[in-house]
């Protein structure tokens, strides 16, 4: 969704709101979609992350530049934090697609040590 400025607030204040509100997005994400929608939650956060990174550099000449670096390193670690966990999805996703296709050509399980470590890895991501 586009960003809107209203109409009793100025670039700072709208840009402030606008950043609060991609901090929310992507808790939300995280808080209450997680746990039915893993794939769609972390790909919501992170879209989030990426438009509170983007909001940072327009707000690049209001933020003192020591500020603006450790805010930026803040969500650049998060993201990374949630792509990691987005390929451990992806991975155990396509594991169970490759499962199905060959089945009756692999031994049953065939896959299976694979997609307890890929699920391992995912948990250690969401914790």
Same mark, same amino acid.
């Given at each position: 969704?586009?960003?809107?400025?209203?109409?009793?607030?100025? #670039?700072?204040? =709208?840009?402030? *709101?606008? /950043?609060?509100?991609? $901090?929310?997005? @992507?808790?939300? &994400?995280?808080?209450?979609?997680?746990?039915?929608?893993?794939?769609?939650?972390?790909?919501?956060?992170?879209?989030?992350?990426?438009?509170?990174?983007?909001?940072?550099?327009?707000?690049?000449?209001?933020?003192?530049?020591?500020?603006?670096? #450790?805010?930026? =390193?803040?969500? *650049?670690? /998060?993201?990374?934090? $949630?792509?990691? @966990?987005?390929? &451990?999805?992806?991975?155990?996703?396509?594991?169970?697609?490759?499962?199905?296709?060959?089945?009756?050509?692999?031994?049953?399980?065939?896959?299976?040590?694979?997609?307890?470590?890929?699920?391992?890895?995912?948990?250690?991501?969401?914790?």
């Amino acid at each position: 969704m586009p960003y809107k400025l209203q109409s009793d607030e100025g #670039a700072r204040e =709208a840009i402030q *709101r606008a /950043a609060r509100e991609q $901090l929310e997005t @992507a808790l939300h &994400a995280l808080d209450e979609t997680v746990a039915h929608d893993p794939v769609t939650a972390i790909h919501t956060a992170r879209k989030a992350v990426k438009k509170e990174r983007s909001l940072l550099r327009l707000a690049r000449a209001t933020v003192p530049p020591k500020q603006r670096r #450790a805010a930026n =390193a803040t969500l *650049r670690t /998060a993201a990374r934090g $949630l792509s990691n @966990a987005r390929d &451990a999805e992806v991975m155990i996703e396509t594991l169970d697609q490759l499962s199905e296709r060959f089945a009756g050509q692999l031994p049953e399980g065939a896959f299976m040590a694979v997609r307890v470590r890929f699920e391992s890895e995912r948990d250690a991501e969401r914790a």
